[in-house]
């Protein structure tokens, strides 16, 4: 089992930034590749960014790309979602999640563990 605890979210203007934290515990932290996902009101959750293990590769939606950064640090059992640029359109829930195999999936059915979720407000 992985317990995932996410924190860092808020409200921020337009055009601002905001770091996640998710802090992870459990399983052995270093082999699960970590996603971020988040969901909007009345919307389907969607992928936003993943690493894999080693933190080597990286892959990013469409939407978030150059603007949101994922990272991770093994020794502290945690990942992070760097965001910049915020735009209303990244108001959500976010939620981080953790894949038992080593390869970044997008699908979050590909994904064993979740956390309950972080609020981040985006006002225009």
């Known amino acids: 089992q992985v317990q995932l605890v996410e924190s860092g979210g808020g409200l921020v203007q337009a055009g601002g930034s905001l770091t996640l934290s998710c802090a992870a515990s459990?399983?052995?932290?270093?082999?699960?590749?970590m996603g971020w996902f988040r969901q909007a009101p009345g919307k389907e959750r969607e992928f936003v960014a993943a690493i894999i293990a080693n933190g080597r590769s990286t892959y990013y939606s469409d939407s978030v790309k150059g603007r949101f950064t994922i990272s991770r640090d093994n020794a502290k059992n945690t990942v992070y979602l760097q965001m910049n640029s915020l735009k209303s359109e990244d108001t959500a829930v976010y939620y981080c999640a953790a894949r038992d195999y080593n390869n970044l999936n997008v699908r979050k059915n590909a994904y064993n563990y979740w956390g309950q979720g972080t609020q981040v407000t985006v006002s225009s």
């Open positions: 459990g399983r052995t932290f270093s082999s699960e590749v």
